[in-house]
């Protein structure tokens, strides 16, 4: 099946410090890309819509400033919690559909960044 | 709104005995379904999904879950559970296809822990 890759898979930084963390589809092009939050034993949070080549759209309540979200390619979405907090402690989930399968098409998930804020 | 709703928070079998987990739905019209699995520190795994059609769709690793609309709900079940199956368990519906709004919305899950 197709494979997202996340990168790192786990992260520690210092408080203030900003956290890039990377998501690809390896073996097909996604024209969206979804970034969830996942706090310990609770469910996945949606917290943006990344859009290759233009803005991500944000959840209510998710900071755009502070989790800035890139998509540059159509294999490639970034993540970076910037200024992190203790309180951004959590685990980060990607997803992606190939663009060709539709509406009805797999989403694919990565395997998560872990990010410990210290 | 749209929500997933999970009742069970953790359920508790024994090793060979029979599962389901519940999944209820609200939305207007028919979502699209999905169940997946986590292991722990892990990433998500699709065990079956519902589009339309048969309402009795097969899974991966013995699953399989039965869409009720009458009910709105789309149980997750297993006849046989083995030790390997202790995960946890998510619901997830597509709601609004026809905006292209395709994230997913999930339940809050259930841990499913397997006695010996």
């Known amino acids: 099946g197709a494979v997202v890759s996340q990168h790192p898979s786990w992260v520690i930084c210092k408080s203030g410090t900003s956290v890039k963390i990377e998501c690809r589809s390896l073996?097909?092009?996604?024209?969206?890309m979804f970034w969830y939050r996942q706090f310990p034993k609770q469910s996945l949070m949606l917290m943006a819509t990344s859009n290759e080549g233009s803005k991500a759209t944000y959840e209510q309540g998710v900071e755009k400033d502070k989790f800035l979200i890139n998509h540059a390619s159509l294999t490639l979405s970034t993540l970076t919690v910037t200024s992190a907090h203790p309180e951004d402690s959590s685990f980060y989930i990607c997803s992606a559909r190939d663009r060709t399968s539709g509406n009805g098409g797999e989403l694919f998930f990565g395997e998560g960044s872990r990010l410990t804020v210290l | 709104a749209q929500s997933v709703t999970q009742p069970d928070i953790h359920i508790t079998v024994s090793e060979g005995a029979s599962l389901e987990l519940r999944c209820n739905y609200s939305y207007g019209a028919t979502p699209y379904l999905f169940w997946y699995v986590q292991s722990p520190g892990q990433g998500l795994q699709l065990l079956l999904k519902?589009?339309?059609?048969?309402?009795l769709v097969q899974g991966i690793k013995g699953f399989e879950a039965e869409f009720k609309r009458s009910q709105s709900s789309f149980n997750l079940r297993k006849p046989s559970v083995h030790w390997s199956d202790a995960a946890e368990y998510f619901c997830a519906g597509a709601f609004n296809m026809d905006t292209g709004r395709r994230a997913l919305t999930f339940g809050s899950g259930t841990r499913l822990q397997v006695q010996p």
């Open positions: 519902y589009f339309s059609g048969d309402t």
């Open positions: 073996d097909f092009q996604a024209t969206t």
